[in-house]
Every structure is written in C-alpha cells, then in structure tokens.
C-alpha cells in the first residue's frame, strides 16, 4: 500500500504562483509514474502532469509553459509548480502514483486551488 498526502493549495490571485507538495509514504518502491490531476465543478478530472521514475515529464496543454512537475527520490515527494495561475486553473488538485505498469491505483486526499480573477 501507499499512502499519498498533498498540501499547498490555497488562494491566490490571478498572474501568481502556488507549489503543491506530495508526500509518498508505504510501499514506495512499486511506485513507477506519479501524477497531478485536477477536478474543478462540474467538471470531470482531468491529467494536469506526471513524471516517471526516470524523471521523464508530460503536461496538460492547458498547462505547458505554466507548471512545472518534480520529484525528489530522497524525499519520497513530488511537486507541482504553477505560474501565471488563471481563474481556470481553480479546481481540487490530486496526486496519484502508477504502482502497477498503466493505471492510476493510489490517491490522495486532494488539495484545493482557487484562483481569484
């Protein structure tokens, strides 16, 4: 098993920067690819980023250029740093680790971002 804690979310304004954190604890050895998702209102969750083990990224168009995603092995963490926030980006944003080869099997608990216009 392997447990996921997010933090960072907040409330800031439009055009500024949040850094979400992702403590991975539990059987972290199986973890392969982490992710960020998001889930705004009404709207279904979508993939915002992921990294590989090998540190390989891939990003949400709606976000390249924007947020930057990271992991720190020593730590057992991941982050997600967001620039030039747009009202848009509000939404519940969720870590996930890919244990298994191809699916998403561990969350955590979800932070929220609002970002005010």
């Known amino acids: 098993q392997v447990q996921l804690v997010e933090s960072g979310g907040g409330l800031v304004q439009a055009g500024g920067s949040l850094r979400l954190s992702c403590a991975a604890s539990g059987s972290i050895f199986s973890i392969t690819t982490m992710g960020w998702f998001r889930q705004a209102p009404g709207k279904q969750r979508e993939l915002v980023a992921t990294?590989?083990?090998?540190?390989?990224?891939d990003y949400a168009d709606s976000v390249k250029g924007r947020f930057t995603i990271s992991r720190d092995n020593a730590k057992n963490t991941v982050y997600l740093q967001m620039n030039s926030l747009k009202p848009e980006d509000t939404a519940v944003y969720y870590c996930?680790?890919?244990?298994?080869?191809?699916?998403?099997?561990?969350w955590g608990q979800g932070t929220q971002v609002t970002v005010s216009s």
């Open positions: 990294i590989t083990s090998g540190r390989s990224t």
């Open positions: 996930a680790a890919d244990a298994n080869g191809g699916n998403w099997d561990y």
